[in-house]
Structures are given as structure tokens and as C-alpha cells.
């Protein structure tokens, strides 16, 4: 059974940045489409950012621009990344990695409930 435990994320100013990690272990991570998630107080937990098995890489519309948040894998390390600049208040939530045992390429049209595995979650706090 794989487990995700996540890292990272702390109190920062607006503008500032953080990068999260989750580390997987039990089964290769190779063959799983994982992904970021996150949850505001009082709200549902929306996708972030999520990467196919080969790679293949995509972000929410309004994070994505500017290159505001960055989604990477490093198989070898069993570990996922988000880069997140420019934070604003807004992101502000519990961030959450999940992963499900698919392979297959973008576009992952995969639901959250499809995800099978989940992290404990960081919280990510943005405050001046």
C-alpha cells in the first residue's frame, strides 16, 4: 500500500514562496498519476496541480499562469514537488498530494474521488 507523507509548508509573507514535497513509500511510484490538492476552511478540496506517470504535467488555470506553481516528480526519490511563488492570502489552505495507480498520459481527466492514497496534509499559510 503506498504512503504519502507531506512536507513544506509553513507561515510566509505574500510573495514569498514555498516548496512542498511528498515522499511515497510501499509500491513503485513510478506507475502512478499523483497529484496537489488543497483545502480553504469552509471549502472543498480542489485540485492544484497534477503528473502523469511519463511526466506529463498540468496546473489549475489561475495558478498556472506566470508560473506561479510548478508541479514535478523525481521517480528515483519516490517524491513529488510543488514550486509555489508569488503566494498570495488567497492560497492560504491544507495541501494535500494524492495518487491513484493509473498511467496513463495528459490530459488526466482523473476525479479527486479516483485518487486512492492521501497524505495527511501541510498547511500552507499566506500572511503578512
Known amino acids: 500500500q503506498l504512503q504519502l507523507v507531506e512536507s513544506g509548508g509553513g507561515l510566509v509573507q505574500p510573495g514569498g514562496s514555498l516548496r512542498l514535497s511528498c515522499t511515497a513509500s510501499?509500491?513503485?511510484?513510478?506507475?502512478?498519476?499523483i497529484g496537489w490538492f488543497r483545502q480553504a476552511p469552509g471549502k472543498e478540496r480542489e485540485e492544484v496541480s497534477c503528473i502523469s506517470s511519463d511526466g506529463g504535467a498540468k496546473t489549475n488555470d489561475a495558478d498556472s499562469a506566470k508560473g506561479r506553481f510548478t508541479i514535478s516528480r523525481d521517480n528515483a526519490k519516490n517524491t513529488l514537488y510543488l514550486q509555489m511563488n508569488s503566494l498570495k492570502p488567497a492560497h492560504t489552505a491544507v495541501y494535500y498530494c494524492?495518487?491513484?495507480?493509473?498511467?496513463?498520459?495528459?490530459?488526466?481527466?482523473?476525479?479527486?474521488?479516483?485518487?486512492?492514497?492521501w497524505g495527511q496534509g501541510t498547511q500552507v499559510t499566506v500572511s503578512s
Open positions: 494524492a495518487a491513484v495507480a493509473r498511467s496513463e498520459s495528459l490530459p488526466l481527466n482523473i476525479a479527486i474521488y479516483e485518487y486512492d492514497y
Open positions: 510501499g509500491p513503485t511510484f513510478d506507475y502512478y498519476a
